[in-house]
């Protein structure tokens, strides 16, 4: 399995900037595993933010995130990394990371990030 675990969540202030990150419970990212972040604003769908590849790198992004989101991995610490700034009261939702392997889909908890006024 590779079971996704966010970390870094909580109450920001409007204005504030925010990264979480995301690491494999008991385990690590390796190859061609895809990470992906999502969000869910309450009362809403679960949205996509954006993608990065393992091994490559590769970032793709939701056209509405961009430039909103930027999205990391850092290689030798095993994790993967959501960075936004600018954080409005709009932003509150709960942001989950996923993991995909061998087309086996994995989500993570989901914090949910309160953006207070």
């Known amino acids: 399995q590779v079971q996704p675990a966010e970390s870094g969540g909580g109450v920001v202030q409007a204005g504030d900037s925010l990264t979480l990150s995301c690491s494999v419970s008991g385990g690590t990212f390796v190859g061609d595993d895809m990470v992906a972040w999502y969000r869910q604003a309450p009362g809403k769908e679960r949205e996509v933010i954006g993608t990065?590849?393992?091994?490559?790198?590769?970032?793709h992004y939701a056209d509405s995130m961009r430039g909103r989101f930027t999205i990391y991995r850092n290689y030798h610490e095993t994790r993967a990394w959501r960075h936004m700034n600018g954080l409005n009261p709009e932003n509150t939702a709960s942001y989950y990371c996923s993991s995909q392997r061998d087309s086996v889909v994995y989500w993570g908890q989901g914090p949910q990030v309160p953006v207070s006024s």
């Open positions: 990065i590849t393992w091994d490559a790198g590769s970032r």
